[in-house]
C-alpha cells in the first residue's frame, strides 16, 4: 500500500502532465521515499499516461495499473485504437462538479464507461461517456422520468447528473457492483438456485411495475443491464441499469427491431406492436438464463430464435400471427384448411424465401416441462413443488400472446414470488428456511423506515453528539408547546392527515368539542412524560448538562 503522501505527489505528477505534457516534482512532495521507486513510479505513470493521450489504453507489459478488463480491451488490436477525448483527460468538469477518472469498466458502440470519484463529495460514481450526440437527448429525457422513482425501493439505478465535455455527454450514476453475466461468468457459468433466483424475481418485478407506472419501457433486458449493488455486504440486492434504447409507452412502435436477439419478444419479431409486455418477455428470459447459466434461445439467428420459442412453449395463435407484419417471413399460411392455419417454416423453406442460411443451435431444453425432468438435482420435496412453480411462473411470462402475457403487478402475487406454497415447510425444511432467509433483502424495501440508500455517509462521533443536540432542543421546544403556555391553539395532523386546531387550556371549548377536552389532557401529559424521559436518558449517557 501507498502512503498518503506518496499517493499526494502521485496525484500532483499527474495534474502536472495532463497541463504541461511534462514531468515536475521535487523531493519537498515526498516526506520520506526511496529513489529508485520514485524513479519505477514515474516511468509506470509516464507509460500510463503516454498510453491514454496517445489514444489507447496501456498494454499488461506497459503498467500494472490496468485492470483485467482492460488487458482484455487492448488485445482487440485496431478496433479499439481511437478513444474519445475524455479518455485522454483524468478529470471530467461539469458546472457543479469535478470527476476523476480511475479505471475503464467497459466499452460499447454507445461509448465507455469508467469507474470515477466525485472530488467535490469524495464519492464514487459510474461515469457513461458517450460517442455520437444521436440518443444522448432520448436517454437524457428517459433517465429525468425515471429519476422521480425512489433508486432503492424501486431497483433502478440513482442518475446523478449529465453534462457535456469537449463536445461529449457524459452521464453520472452510482457506482455498482457487477452485473448478473458477470456473476455467473465468475461461476464458470453455474446456474443459480431457485433460493437465489426469488429475491431477484421480486426485485426486478417491482422496478418494471414501477417503470410501467410511468409509462417507461427498457426494452434492454438482458443479463448485463441488471446488476448487483453490492454483492458481498448485500448478496442479491440488485438494480436495473442502461436506459438508453427505453422509451415512453404514449409511442405507437410497431415493426422495428427493439430487445436484444435471444431476449427478444415474438411480437417484436413478427412486428406486432410494441407494448409493455416485451419487458416481461425479456424478464422470462433472464430468469432461464440464470436457472440454466446460458442464453435460453438463439442470440444470433432470429430463424433459431423464433424455433426456439415455438419448441419450448408452443406457436402463438391464430390471431397474433395474423396481425403480424413479419408472419409471412418466418411462417406459410394454410390455404386449404383453418386448422392449422399458420405452419411454421422448415429450415430449407425458410432458405429458400428469405436467401439466409440459418445458424444451428443446440438448445439447453426443448420445452419447459423438460426444466423439471432434465433439472431433478432436489433433495427435499419441497423442493420439487417450488421448481414447479417456478416454471408456472415462467409460463405466465413467456405466453406468446402479449395481451394475455402477465403483469408485473399479478407477478408479485404469484406463489413462487409470495412463497405461499412454502409456508407449512418454514420451521422443518432446511431448503424453505434458506429461501426465506434470502428474501429478506427484499423485506427490507418493503418496510419504508428500513429502506436506505446503497450509498451511506459515514458520520463521526462529534455530528452524532451534535445531531443529539439538537433532536433535545426541538423536544423542549415541542416541550414547551405542549404545556399549554402559548396564547395560541395548539395544532395536531391526524392519522388521516387532516389537520385539527385544538383549543389552548383556559379557552371556551367550542361546539361538539366539550368531551374532548380531558382527552386532549391526558394525551399532553403523556407525552411531555415521554420526552422528560427520553431526554434524561440521552443527557445521562453522554453526559450532558441540561442547558446543554
Not at 483485467?68 to 462538479?97: M, W
Request: with cysteine; glycine share 6%.
Amino acid at each position: 500500500m501507498l502512503s498518503y503522501d506518496i499517493k499526494s505527489s502521485l496525484c500532483y505528477i499527474l495534474r502536472t502532465f495532463r497541463y504541461t505534457g511534462q514531468f515536475a516534482f521535487s523531493c519537498a512532495h515526498f516526506t520520506t521515499y526511496k529513489p529508485e521507486f520514485v524513479d519505477e513510479v514515474t516511468m509506470k505513470t509516464f507509460s500510463f499516461l503516454k498510453s491514454i493521450c496517445c489514444g489507447g489504453m496501456p498494454s499488461s507489459s506497459d503498467s500494472d495499473c490496468c485492470s483485467e478488463s482492460d488487458k482484455t480491451a487492448v488485445k482487440g488490436g485496431d478496433k479499439k485504437e481511437e478513444r474519445s477525448e475524455e479518455q485522454r483527460s483524468d478529470i471530467l468538469c461539469s458546472s457543479t462538479n469535478r470527476y476523476l477518472l480511475q479505471n475503464y469498466t467497459g466499452e460499447g458502440s454507445f461509448g465507455v464507461v469508467a469507474k470515477g470519484v466525485n472530488l467535490i463529495t469524495s464519492q464514487d460514481v459510474a461515469l457513461k461517456i458517450l460517442k455520437t450526440e444521436e440518443t444522448s437527448d432520448r436517454e437524457i429525457n428517459m433517465l429525468e422520468i425515471v429519476s422521480v422513482l425512489d433508486p432503492v425501493k424501486k431497483n433502478v439505478v440513482q442518475f446523478y447528473e449529465a453534462f457535456k465535455f469537449e463536445e461529449h455527454t457524459c452521464l453520472v450514476f452510482e457506482l455498482l457492483d457487477r452485473s448478473l453475466f458477470q456473476l455467473c461468468a465468475e461461476g464458470n457459468c453455474e446456474p443459480l438456485s431457485l433460493c437465489e433466483i426469488r429475491p431477484i424475481t421480486h426485485q426486478l418485478l417491482t422496478a418494471l411495475d414501477a417503470l410501467k407506472g410511468i409509462g417507461v419501457i427498457h426494452s434492454d433486458l438482458k443479463p448485463s443491464n441488471i446488476m448487483l449493488t453490492n454483492h458481498p455486504k448485500e448478496p442479491f440486492r440488485v438494480k436495473v441499469i442502461d436506459f438508453g434504447l427505453a422509451f415512453s409507452t404514449s409511442e405507437k412502435i410497431c415493426g422495428e427491431t427493439v430487445q436484444p436477439l435471444g431476449y427478444r419478444a415474438p411480437e417484436v419479431i413478427l412486428g406486432l406492436p410494441i407494448s409493455e409486455a416485451i419487458d416481461m418477455w425479456g424478464l422470462g428470459c433472464v430468469f432461464l438464463f440464470l436457472y440454466l447459466g446460458i442464453h435460453p434461445f438463439s442470440i444470433h439467428c432470429e430463424y433459431q430464435s423464433l424455433k426456439g420459442i415455438v419448441d419450448a412453449v408452443g406457436q402463438p395463435d391464430d390471431h397474433v400471427l395474423c396481425a403480424g407484419k413479419f408472419t409471412h417471413k418466418f411462417f406459410t399460411e394454410n390455404q386449404h384448411l383453418d386448422n392449422p392455419r399458420w405452419w411454421f417454416k422448415t429450415t430449407t423453406e425458410y432458405q429458400f424465401a428469405n436467401g439466409i442460411q440459418p445458424r444451428v443451435r443446440r438448445g439447453a431444453f426443448r420445452r419447459l416441462d423438460d426444466l423439471i425432468v432434465h433439472y431433478p438435482d432436489i433433495q427435499e420435496s419441497i423442493e420439487l413443488e417450488d421448481q414447479r412453480s417456478f416454471v408456472s411462473l415462467l409460463r405466465c411470462l413467456l405466453h406468446t400472446d402479449p395481451w394475455r402475457r402477465i403483469t408485473p403487478e399479478k407477478a408479485l402475487t404469484h406463489p413462487f414470488v409470495t412463497m405461499a406454497h412454502l409456508q407449512n415447510e418454514k420451521d422443518i425444511s432446511l431448503y424453505v428456511t434458506d429461501s426465506f432467509d434470502k428474501m429478506l433483502v427484499c423485506q427490507k424495501d418493503d418496510l419504508a423506515e428500513e429502506a436506505s440508500p446503497s450509498v451511506i455517509p459515514q458520520s463521526d462521533d462529534a455530528g452524532s453528539v451534535l445531531s443529539i443536540k439538537i433532536m433535545l432542543h426541538l423536544l423542549e421546544e415541542a416541550q414547551g408547546a405542549a404545556g399549554g403556555e402559548a396564547a395560541g391553539p395548539a395544532v395536531e395532523e391526524t392519522a388521516g392527515s387532516q389537520v385539527t386546531a385544538i383549543p389552548a387550556e383556559g379557552a371556551p371549548p367550542k361546539a361538539g368539542l366539550t368531551e374532548e377536552g380531558p382527552l386532549l389532557k391526558v394525551k399532553r401529559s403523556r407525552l411531555r412524560r415521554i420526552r422528560k424521559f427520553f431526554g434524561r436518558t440521552i443527557r445521562t449517557l453522554l453526559g450532558l448538562n441540561k442547558e446543554e
